[in-house]
């Protein structure tokens, strides 16, 4: 997670409180506006986003601009969809973004997602390869 003076830099932010651990404020964007709180600590940095009218909901473009706000560029951060028994919903259209902080995050591989911009027809085959001998499946 960046510093609070380089999450400060966005422009976007109007803090509210300051800790250590954290903070909170409201948060701009073009078509809306809202609670942005932020943490760290328990191995987790944790980043969460309300609007302030409960029709609107912050589109994927929105969370991109708020990982690029809050972390950095060779961050890889989440948004979890838990076990239907884990599920908290304290404030309607939250949504939240995480980070492992004690240990590097599994992600899937890319390829699983699609091809990357100038991957050539072969390394596609090979990332796919390795892919499935990562999880110890036959190609």
């Given at each position: 997670m960046k510093k609070l003076s380089e999450i400060l830099e966005s422009k976007r932010i109007i803090t509210g409180v300051v800790a250590s651990d954290g903070g909170s404020g409201f948060i701009k964007f073009p078509l809306?506006?809202?609670t942005v709180v932020w943490s760290t600590g328990?191995?987790?940095d944790h980043v969460s986003v309300s609007p302030s009218r409960k029709r609107d909901l912050p589109t994927w473009?929105?969370?991109?601009?708020l990982k690029d706000i809050f972390f950095y560029e060779d961050e890889a951060v989440i948004q979890v969809h838990?076990?239907?028994d884990?599920?908290?919903?304290n404030v309607d259209n939250c949504l939240h973004l995480w980070r492992c902080t004690y240990k590097e995050m599994v992600l899937p591989p890319s390829v699983l997602v699609?091809?990357?911009?100038?991957?050539?027809?072969?390394?596609v085959r090979e990332e796919i390869?390795?892919?499935y001998e990562m999880a110890g499946e036959k190609y």
């Open positions: 809306w506006q809202g328990a191995g987790w473009d929105d969370m991109c601009k838990p076990p239907k884990q599920y908290v919903n699609g091809i990357r911009e100038g991957q050539t027809p072969e390394e390869k390795a892919a």
